[in-house]
Nanobody, 128 residues
């Protein structure tokens, strides 16, 4: 069992930056692939970025390529999402997720059904 707690959300002006963190409990964090998703009231929860267990393979949604960077620190059980050049359309609740099935693989899972554990979410609001 893994518990995930997101932090770092908030209100920022367009063009600004935020860094989200996701702290994981448990000794098996380093074996899980991890992902960041986001959701607005009128849309499905969609992937933003994903990273495999070792950090050497990543995936990004087209809408955030070149602006967002996912990374992980296995020694401290944390995954990050650095968000630069933020746009109003990035406004959403951001969720951290863990996938135990892809453990120790080179795959960075990109579909919601592939993830087993979810955090409670953190709100990101980008003003124009």
């Amino acid at each position: 069992q893994v518990q995930l707690v997101e932090s770092g959300g908030g209100l920022v002006e367009a063009g600004g930056s935020l860094r989200l963190s996701c702290a994981a409990s448990g000794r098996t964090f380093s074996m899980y692939a991890m992902g960041w998703f986001r959701q607005t009231p009128d849309k499905e929860r969609d992937v933003v970025a994903a990273i495999n267990w070792s950090g050497d393979n990543t995936y990004y949604a087209d809408s955030v390529k070149g602006r967002f960077t996912i990374s992980r620190d296995n020694a401290n059980n944390t995954v990050y999402l650095q968000m630069n050049s933020l746009k109003p359309e990035d406004t959403a609740v951001y969720y951290c997720a863990a996938d135990r099935i892809s453990s120790y693989s080179g795959y960075a899972p990109r579909f919601r059904y592939e993830y087993d554990y979810w955090g409670q979410g953190t709100q990101v609001t980008v003003s124009s």
